[in-house]
């Protein structure tokens, strides 16, 4: 069983925005905990072992030309150190990869590459508990927040390769396969506030009367407990 690592609290999230990133201190005294969560809401975990992952044909809403955002949960779960670094999620094709995203072999970060770009954040997840990982494209600059706090930030601009799949827990449902769990993967082609990736982390983002107020912008929600990933294209759900 898997336990929701607690938020960072305090200096950890200060923003007006991502589009200007003016800083200031969001009014919040106590960390989000498993026992704390929004209406009962556990997100779903996709455990994995070698070979275990997900595998998707090519959609071109989860190619992400433009400003986006993905998050998810993570604790990667194995004592010896690979002699890869295993894949959360990768987007990938003939011509290489699109994204993709992993955990470093030694788990003390998450590696990101994109559009033939790699860059590290440095972060420990040995600790056995989930993480909250979210990934936000503002256009030209990508920042990177872990539980909470900004763990990175740097230059990377889109990628115009073509997509041969999609995959989750691999790099090409063969390959770097990932060990651990994922939980409550969102895509989506906007830029999500800090304030509502705080809001909706431990929250269900359909919920009558209190939707997501980007729910028109998402194009992937998972449903591990199913083992699918939904995906969102030309205004119908696939689930594969």
């Not at 994995?48 to 400003?67: C, E, I, N, V």
């Not at 740097?154 to 827990?169: D, K």
């Amino acid at each position: 069983m898997f336990r929701l690592g607690k938020f960072q609290t305090g200096m950890a999230l200060r923003s007006l925005g991502f589009a200007l990133f003016t800083l200031v201190l969001l009014p919040w005294s106590a960390s989000l905990a498993a026992d704390e969560q929004s209406d009962d809401y556990m997100p779903d975990v996709l455990e994995l072992k070698k070979g275990s992952g997900l595998s998707l044909p090519p959609y071109d809403a989860l190619t992400l030309r433009g400003p986006f955002t993905i998050e998810f949960w993570i604790v990667p779960d194995w004592e010896k150190d690979p002699p890869f670094d295993p894949v959360i999620l990768s987007n990938a094709g003939p011509e290489g990869s699109l994204y993709m995203i992993s955990v470093l072999r030694s788990r003390s970060g998450i590696s990101i590459r994109f559009g033939g770009k790699d860059e590290i954040v440095p972060f420990e997840f040995t600790d056995g508990q989930m993480h909250f990982v979210a990934i936000v494209h503002l256009g030209e600059e990508m920042i990177v927040m872990i539980d909470n706090k900004i763990a990175g930030r740097f230059q990377m601009a889109f990628s115009g390769l073509p997509s041969s799949g999609f995959w989750v827990g691999s790099a090409d449902g063969n390959r770097a396969p990932f060990t651990g769990a994922i939980a409550g993967l969102r895509l989506w082609n906007t830029i999500v506030s800090p304030n509502d990736l705080l809001a909706y982390a431990v929250r269900d983002i359909a919920l009558p009367g209190a939707l997501h107020p980007d729910i028109e912008d998402l194009v992937a929600i998972s449903d591990f407990n199913r083992r699918q990933l939904i995906v969102i294209e030309g205004g119908e759900n696939y689930e594969k």
